[in-house]
């Protein structure tokens, strides 16, 4: 995916009431849209890089959406792509590039379809002759030192009932697949973060025993283009 317009660098000045942030840019502070309702743990410290994409809409409130963040990491920098809106579209771009084998062989793909308990499934996959799939997409923000993702970095209990009506759809015959989508390159592997949400953590291996997949799939990040490149390994401690 690439950027269809160059994006405007600032610092961080804060992220507050969860869908705002004030940057500092060259040409004078700015509040841009915040799309991530998580608590972006690590991503959203005063001072950090930052990069803003203008809004479509010249007529939208805030003219800018925050897109991507640059933090610490192990050896250098890692920059981090906090906009869970483009994780939909990186995922299905990477299905439709044959660079998801677990997901080939289905020649439809359709977004934001409803389904279980008054949901809309991420990417509903079919194909004559195979059942339906369902795929969840979750952003990947959060890691530690060593290279290890988490999710969620925050509690959530919608993703907890996604994980039940997935298990549902398996439980009728479909296939349910959770995929990852960690949008940083600093991340080997992904594992549920018990430490933050015990209950999401039990809802994934209760889906993961009644049949649900998961998969993880990792970004390189630039201020030019996001791309899924890689398979990454998902740990599930028991």
Known sequence: MRFTKPLLEGRLIRRYQRFLADVDTPAGPVTAHCPNTGSMLG??????????????????KLAW????VEVPGDTAPVRVGVHTGRSNGLVREAIEAGRVPALAGYPTIRGEVKY???SRIDLLLSGDGRPDCY?????????VSGGIGYFPDAVTTRGA???????????VGRRAV???CVQRADVAAVRPADH???????????????????????????PE??????????????
């Open 225 to 238: 283009e996001i791309v899924v490149d890689r398979a990454l390994p998902v740990t599930v401690p028991a």
């Open 135 to 143: 795929v969840e997409v979750k952003n990947v923000t959060a890691a």
């Open 43 to 60: 991503c959203a410290a005063p001072g950090l890089r930052v990069w803003l994409s203008p809004a479509a809409n010249p007529a939208r």
């Open 161 to 171: 009932k996604h994980l039940r009506e997935m298990a549902a759809m398996v439980a």
């Open 196 to 222: 933050i949400d015990p209950a999401y953590g039990r809802a994934l291996r209760e889906a993961l025993a009644a049949g649900v997949e998961v998969l993880a799939l990792g970004a390189r990040v630039s």
């Open 65 to 68: 959406t925050w897109e991507l």
């Open 116 to 118: 279980g308990e008054g």
């Open 178 to 180: 959770l995929v990852f």
